[in-house]
């Protein structure tokens, strides 16, 4: 099967809708943690949430990511399993000839390079929805706890109103605020993300097996998604704060600004803000995401062999 192929692409879809749901309240949590104030851990950060804003909290700005992630991952798992394909292709004459360390590297950067242009407003829309009900406060280092202040009132009606919101005042780059700071995140962490799940894939498919069992996939996909997220933390703390910035005021002028003033007020540890929360819900987020895109996947090409024996 060489060639383009657009059954990874909508498998993708698939499984970026399973892993929005599984990973969605968690992502709440990370969010605020890196670009909130007053949390003084991620129990405290669940805790408050739960209070002020009942279960609902945990699925704010869901129904935009839902819709817009799946056709993201749709798009990086396609590119990620055509440019392998085709870079076996013109190496080796075969699309499915080799699984080396730079073959698996080169698609995987291209695949993030392809995220960020399509997944930053994506993102951007996301955390604002999440963000937009904080507690403002001028400083990031104030004393007062975020479940002592008052919960803000929403800016945002729904994902069109932000849009509509952010384009009036920024202009339509404003809807890439955080864009620099996404790709130094995601460039080295897709890297980090299909490099390990191919690995581990076929470290756990025994001998002989064609394909590996959804045992497999899921552990190898979530092994991976913790990797992934573990090591990106640095960088998408900053993506986060980018992004949370200009719900109520804006403080950074870039990257370099944002890192500058964080590590200036709150030291190295600021760079680590919500990694546990990051590996944790990277497990079953790409579990998820991992064992609906293998499924759909093998389910397809069964199908296609039984429609054109």
């Known amino acids: 099967m060489g060639g383009f192929q657009s059954e990874d692409f909508i498998a993708g879809w698939i499984g970026g809708a399973a892993s929005v749901i599984v990973g969605h309240p968690l992502d709440t949590v990370k969010t605020r943690l890196q670009a909130g ?31 817009s992630i799946a056709v993201y991952n749709s798009v990086v798992f396609g590119v990620f399993s055509n440019t392998q394909r085709f870079i076996s292709q013109h190496r080796y004459g075969e699309p499915n000839q080799s699984r080396s360390l730079s073959d698996l590297a080169l698609a995987s950067v291209v695949s993030g390079l392809v995220s960020v242009g399509l997944g930053s407003p994506v993102d951007l829309i996301k955390i604002r929805l999440q963000m937009q009900t904080q507690p403002f406060l001028k400083e990031l280092n104030v004393k007062p706890r975020v479940s002592e202040v008052p919960v803000q009132p929403r800016i945002y009606k729904g994902s069109i109103h932000c849009i509509t919101t952010i384009i009036r005042k920024e202009g339509l780059a404003g809807l890439y605020r955080g864009a620099g700071a996404m790709l130094l995140r995601d460039v080295p962490g897709y890297c980090l993300y299909f490099i390990p799940y191919v690995f581990l894939c076929e470290w756990l498919t025994p001998d002989g097996c064609a394909t590996p069992s959804p045992f497999s996939v899921w552990m190898a996909g979530g092994i991976a998604g913790a990797i992934s997220w573990g090591t990106a933390t640095p960088m998408d703390v900053m993506k986060s704060r980018l992004q949370a910035d200009g719900v109520h005021k804006t403080r950074y002028k870039g990257v370099v600004d944002c890192i500058s003033q964080s590590y200036q007020k709150e030291g190295l540890k600021v760079f680590f803000r919500g990694i546990t929360v990051n590996a944790m819900r990277g497990f079953p987020m790409s579990a998820a995401m991992f064992l609906g895109y293998e499924l759909s996947l093998q389910a397809m090409r069964e199908d296609h062999a039984a429609t054109n024996p």
């Open 37 to 67: 104030l007053g949390y003084g851990n991620t129990l405290n950060c669940i805790l408050t949430v739960y209070k002020n804003e009942s279960v609902a909290g945990f699925f704010k700005g869901m129904s935009f990511p839902l819709a």
